[in-house]
C-alpha cells in the first residue's frame, strides 16, 4: 500500500531474526483496533511465528557472535579448568590481569595466559572494579569494593565457551 513499507519479504526476513533471537513474534495488521492490547491478551490476531531456539540458547549465540568486545581477563590455568571441564563459573581469584575498559553488562573475552580466547562472557563487575578484585577471593569483594554485585566476575548463564 502507499502507506506501508518494506513489503512481506521485510516481514518475514525480521521474523526469522527474532526467531534467531529465541522471541516468537506476530504479523499482524496494525490498522486492527487495539491490536497489541488484544495480542497481549492472548487473542489470536495474525500469524504467530514460534521460535524454535530457546531463549538461553539465543542469549549465548549473541554472546559468542559478539563483535565488539569492550575488554577481556586473562585467567590462570585453574580458572581454565573449572571453566571448560567443569563448567564452573569465573571467580575473581582466577584472575590474573584485566585489559581493556568495560562496564558491568558488557560482553568481555575470558583469555587464558598465552592470549588464547576461552570463553565470552557479561562482566559482572566494570574493569576498574574488577582490577581491583583480581586474584582475590570472592569472600573479600565487599571490603575492597565497599559493596558486592555478585561473588562471580562472569556467571556461568552468561558465560559461553568457545
Known sequence: SRVGTGGMITKVLAVKRAAGSGAATVIAWGREPDVLLRLAAGEAIGTLFVAATAKQAARKQWMADHLQLRGAV??????????????????????????GEFHRGDVIAVRDALGNEVARGLANYASSEARLIARRPSSEIERLLGFVTEPEMIHRTNLVLC
Open 74 to 99: 586473562i585467567v590462570d590455568e585453574g580458572a581454565v579448568t573449572k571453566l571448560r571441564d567443569e563448567g564452573k563459573s569465573l571467580l575473581p581469584i582466577g584472575v590474573l590481569e584485566v585489559v
